[in-house]
């Protein structure tokens, strides 16, 4: 049997009231018909009762005039025409109070012929008034009984209607009253019903619904297992909640994505961003200090080549396993990318907390020096002054950060007075670099390149020099990485490569120029074709052209594609490409592997070093036999004694440079120099 739904059986509670409700209005009508003809039936009665009471008081009216007139008439007194006129009157009215009735009446009938008798007699024979009267008399009592005795039978039908119409009055009221509790009771028991059936879980379900937001898990619809219209409200609002559970699950997820690191879990740049700001605001009002630390993991780039990406990334959750150990439960460790990390810490004692943090993260690092991948790292720390800007404070740390790589890594260093210095310095450098080459800032020196065995120059390498007007000569390895940072590097290797072009184009037809690319030039997509264009408009041959590029990872590792192919389109016009610094990169053997170069340049710390340090001798003849077995030559830098270039010539070195044979010199200098006049003869 199917279930009957809520809506059925409140139309059929409604249908059932209306019944009743009608059934009560039909009985209120019959007892209003009731009540009216009983009401009809004692009107009809009492207008009888006044009737018998009119003539009662005709028949008084009549008996005192008839009486007045005889008594005057039988003394003998005189009557007046009034008296006989008011006896007159009153004999008229006693018989125009009964009407037809007279005809019915006897009694009344012959008690106006005695009466209009005993006036007559009265008025022309008074002594028959004696003889008339008992007659008159004898008709009075009988009309007086038969009076009384109609108006009693009127009032006892008078009281027979009223108790009727009471008792069929009480009868229909009791059963309109037992019908209207009839109703209420049923209007009871289905406010009862709807109560218990739907306003009870309805409020539950209500009151699940606020629980929505608030309660983790699942929470329990009630009536889901009811077949009617509660139980398809509860499964409808089971399904919304099932629904809005997801949706906000999923809204949690994608705030937790947005501010956190997928790899690590770690809170991310914005994240940490946003925290810094609240952290600086905050301090104003306390007056603690905000540390900030940068962090970037030393040599991770090996670890992602000898381990894969899988490698690098378990590395990566070591690393943040390890932070997350070091700090305090309100400090912040984020992971902004790769393997930069930073960590934000709040304290009264600054630098005495940070330095104490310093501590435990160093000691966390070496206690994984017996691991497969131990974890190093370089750290810089920078602490918030008045009105510290979020942006700058990350900057000073990172500068310290760097600091301690170039320090030696695996160490820290806060940023202190010197680096500020040092910033200071870097930021007017890089402003003072725009237009340095206008302004004729910038010039040009040329070390020789010699052959080994007999020491002629063979060929000068290009280097930038930059005089400032107010700081005097500013080392190459100051400048550079700003030309570099801010983009001038492009229009300044192009100026560069066509100076040094045209001072080569008075050089004899055998004479090398050698010019050094950044890795940040291979971003134009036409830098071979514009080094070509300018050897082509210097009348220059591109194979007097060498182009020296670093083996670090920096640039065959970025857009490697694009790297490699502007040097083949070099190498394939005859240019000359030398891995410069050969030996301190981290893909070494790899690049040689990937690209076939023309040449090797053994770094000079290796040489310069060889003489008293064996390990680094033991470089130095690897390389010359790796590039004899190669066919490549191999070129030594920084040669400064005879004894050094005995050892190299020993090795097989073909090619050297350094101060033993040269220093840089400017092209009026290269000209008049003996060097320079050896290579021409």
Same mark, same amino acid.
């Given at each position: 049997m199917l279930p009957t739904s809520i809506s059925t059986r409140v139309i059929a509670a409604f249908g059932t009231v209306v019944a009743v409700v009608l059934l009560l209005l039909a009985a209120g009508w019959m007892v209003a018909g009731d009540v009216r003809h009983a009401n009809q039936s004692v009107r009809r009665l009492s207008e009888r009762l006044r009737v018998e009471d009119a003539q009662d008081r005709a028949q008084q009216q009549l008996r005192l005039a008839i009486g007045?007139?005889?008594?005057?008439?039988?003394?003998?007194?005189?009557?007046?025409?009034?008296?006989?006129?008011?006896?007159?009157?009153?004999?008229?009215?006693?018989?125009?109070?009964?009407?037809?009735?007279?005809?019915?009446?006897?009694?009344?009938?012959?008690?106006?012929?005695?009466? %209009?008798?005993?006036?007559?007699?009265?008025?022309?024979?008074?002594?028959?008034?004696?003889?008339?009267?008992?007659?008159?008399?004898?008709?009075?009592?009988?009309?007086?009984?038969?009076?009384?005795?109609?108006?009693?039978?009127?009032?006892?039908?008078?009281?027979?209607?009223?108790?009727?119409?009471?008792?069929?009055?009480?009868?229909?009221?009791?059963?309109?009253? =037992? %019908?209207?509790?009839?109703?209420?009771?049923?209007?009871?028991?289905?406010?009862?019903?709807?109560?218990?059936?739907?306003?009870?879980p309805i409020v539950?379900?209500?009151?699940?619904?606020?629980? =929505?937001?608030?309660?983790?898990? +699942?929470?329990?619809?009630?009536?889901?297992?009811?077949?009617?219209?509660?139980?398809?409200?509860?499964? %409808?609002?089971?399904?919304?909640?099932?629904?809005?559970?997801?949706?906000?699950?999923?809204?949690?997820?994608? +705030?937790?994505?947005?501010?956190?690191d997928m790899l690590t879990a770690l809170p991310n740049r914005l994240l940490f961003e946003e925290r810094l700001a609240q952290d600086l605001a905050r301090v104003?009002?306390?007056?603690?200090?905000?540390?900030? !630390?940068?962090?970037?993991?030393?040599? !991770?780039?090996?670890?992602?080549?000898?381990?894969?990406?899988?490698?690098?990334?378990?590395?990566?959750?070591?690393?943040?396993?390890?932070?997350?150990?070091?700090?305090?439960?309100?400090?912040?460790?984020?992971?902004?990318?790769?393997?930069?990390?930073?960590?934000?810490q709040v304290a009264p004692d600054q630098p005495r907390a940070a330095e104490a943090l310093l501590m435990r993260i160093f000691r966390a690092c070496d206690a994984t020096a017996g691991d497969e991948v131990p974890v190093q790292m370089s750290v810089g720390v920078a602490l918030s002054g008045a009105e510290q800007a979020r942006e700058e404070l990350y900057n000073l740390a990172d500068m310290a950060m760097y600091r301690a790589k170039s320090e030696g890594r695996h160490t820290a260093r806060f940023f202190d007075e010197a680096l500020k210095e040092e910033t200071r310095l870097r930021w007017r450098l890089s402003r003072d670099l725009e237009g340095a080459v206008e302004r004729g800032e910038m010039s040009l020196v040329y070390q020789p390149m010699a052959d080994a065995r007999t020491l002629r120059v063979i060929g000068y390498e290009a280097l930038l020099r930059w005089r400032h007007p107010e700081l005097g000569d500013i080392r190459p390895d100051q400048f550079i990485p700003l030309a570099e940072s801010s983009?001038?590097?492009?229009?300044?290797?192009?100026?560069?490569?066509?100076?040094?072009?045209?001072?080569?184009?008075?050089?004899?037809?055998?004479?090398?120029?050698?010019?050094?690319?950044?890795?940040?030039?291979?971003?134009?997509?036409?830098?071979?074709?514009?080094?070509?264009?300018?050897?082509?408009?210097?009348?220059?041959?591109?194979?007097?052209?060498? !182009?020296?590029?670093?083996?670090?990872?920096?640039?065959? %590792?970025?857009?490697?594609?694009?790297?490699?192919?502007?040097?083949?389109?070099?190498?394939?016009?005859?240019?000359?490409?030398?891995?410069?610094?050969?030996?301190?990169?981290?893909?070494?053997?790899?690049?040689?592997?990937? !690209?076939?170069?023309?040449?090797?340049?053994?770094?000079?710390?290796?040489?310069?070093?060889?003489?008293?340090?064996?390990?680094?001798?033991?470089?130095?003849r690897s390389i010359a036999a790796l590039g004899e077995s190669l066919g490549v030559p191999v070129a030594a830098e920084g040669v400064e004694t005879e004894e050094q270039l005995a050892l190299l010539r020993r090795w097989g070195f073909p090619q050297v440079q350094g101060y033993l044979l040269g220093r840089p010199e400017r092209l009026e200098s290269v000209l008049r120099s003996a060097a320079y006049a050896g290579m021409i003869g």
């Open positions: 007045e007139v005889t008594r005057a008439a039988e003394q003998p007194r005189p009557i007046t025409s009034p008296q006989w006129l008011r006896v007159e009157q009153a004999l008229a009215a006693f018989r125009a109070s009964y009407g037809a009735a007279s005809a019915r009446d006897a009694a009344a009938t012959d008690f106006a012929r005695l009466a %209009g008798e005993l006036i007559a007699d009265a008025r022309a024979e008074p002594r028959r008034i004696t003889r008339d009267m008992p007659q008159f008399l004898a008709a009075l009592r009988v009309l007086e009984r038969e009076r009384a005795e109609a108006r009693r039978r009127l009032v006892d039908r008078i009281d027979a209607a009223v108790a009727r119409s009471s008792r069929e009055l009480y009868a229909s009221i009791s059963r309109i009253v =037992f %019908g209207v509790l009839g109703v209420l009771l049923l209007l009871l028991a289905s406010f009862l019903w709807l109560r218990r059936q739907v306003l009870r539950a379900i209500a009151d699940q619904l606020r629980q =929505f937001g608030t309660v983790d898990g +699942e929470v329990r619809v009630e009536g889901r297992d009811r077949a009617d219209e509660i139980g398809d409200l509860a499964r %409808g609002l089971g399904e919304y909640r099932d629904a809005v559970e997801q949706r906000r699950r999923a809204e949690k997820r994608i +705030e937790f994505l947005a501010h956190h104003t009002r306390t007056g603690q200090r905000v540390a900030v !630390f940068a962090i970037d993991l030393d040599d !991770f780039k090996s670890v992602n080549d000898r381990f894969g990406h899988a490698g690098g990334d378990r590395a990566l959750n070591h690393a943040a396993q390890l932070l997350s150990g070091c700090v305090r439960a309100d400090d912040m460790v984020a992971r902004l990318g790769g393997d930069e990390f930073a960590i934000i983009g001038r590097i492009d229009s300044l290797g192009l100026w560069v490569a066509d100076q040094a072009m045209a001072a080569a184009r008075g050089w004899p037809d055998h004479a090398i120029v050698a010019l050094n690319l950044s890795p940040v030039q291979f971003r134009q997509a036409d830098l071979a074709a514009d080094l070509l264009a300018l050897a082509e408009r210097h009348g220059l041959a591109p194979e007097r052209l060498e !182009f020296e590029v670093t083996e670090s990872a920096t640039l065959l %590792g970025h857009r490697r594609d694009d790297v490699l192919g502007a040097l083949r389109a070099l190498q394939d016009r005859g240019a000359r490409i030398v891995m410069d610094d050969f030996g301190t990169g981290y893909s070494s053997l790899g690049n040689l592997r990937d !690209f076939r170069f023309d040449k090797l340049k053994v770094d000079r710390s290796f040489v310069s070093a060889m003489l008293d340090h064996a390990p680094s001798a033991s470089i130095v």
